[in-house]
């Protein structure tokens, strides 16, 4: 059985069509929030046809793999894998865990959007998801209707022995509390790609992050 690389931690910024209106914007615009530190990027896409997303997360794999920043495609599997990322990530009606698990494979990551929901965080885990993702914990411009979790949620996933994942209206002054609570990773939407600066955006998180853990931010 092969064994999956550790994740890594910090600013993991997600694509959207809406901040990212063209081909070349989204390219550039995940250029910039790696050159501001992103640690892990996630091209979410539901708007595009098959062929434009092909076209778009194989540009997206060629910069991330040049960074060394590893690209986790939004509920496509077969995408993915066609691609070389390195894992999907899925919400609540994207699949049943398992059976993307089965199909990604190994080594590639995976994962699950939990809201406030511990019982299918554990269950996911247990499923073969490699991170769990709460939220959204703050108002969100992306997704302002979804439900509210707590931060309370973060601390206690850290009993599922993975990496937790904090998302929903996170913005820098979010930062130190939500790593409190024992958040690994910052997902973040229109607080990188809906600045006018992209890139100062990113930083402006590794900063805080970098500030929280007492070393030097990531440039």
């Known amino acids: 059985m092969t064994i999956r690389p550790a994740l890594p931690t910090g600013l993991y910024v997600i694509t959207s069509t809406a901040l990212c209106e063209t081909p070349q914007r989204l390219r550039d615009g995940v250029r910039a929030a790696i050159r501001g530190g992103a640690a892990l990027v996630q091209y979410r896409d539901k708007t595009a046809t098959p062929t434009e997303r092909l076209r778009r997360a194989q540009q997206l794999q060629a910069d991330c793999a040049a960074a060394g920043v590893p690209l986790i495609i939004n509920d496509d599997v077969a995408l993915a894998l066609t691609v070389g990322a390195a894992g999907v990530h899925i919400g609540r009606s994207d699949g049943e865990v398992a059976d993307v698990r089965a199909r990604l494979g190994d080594p590639a990551w995976l994962g699950v959007t939990c809201g406030d929901d511990l019982a299918r965080a554990a269950a996911a885990r247990r499923a073969g998801a490699d991170y769990v993702a709460f ?75 970098a500030t929280y853990n007492h070393g030097s931010p990531r440039v």
Do not use: Q
């Open 135 to 209: 939220g959204r914990l703050y108002p969100s411009r992306t997704k302002p209707d979804a439900p509210p979790a707590g931060l309370c949620t973060l601390t206690a996933a850290g009993a599922l022995g993975c990496p937790v994942c904090a998302i929903g209206g996170l913005r820098p002054p979010h930062v130190a509390e939500v790593a409190a609570a024992g958040a690994h990773l910052f997902a973040v939407v229109d607080g990188v790609f809906g600045a006018p600066d992209i890139e100062a955006a990113a930083r402006a998180y590794c900063i805080e992050l």
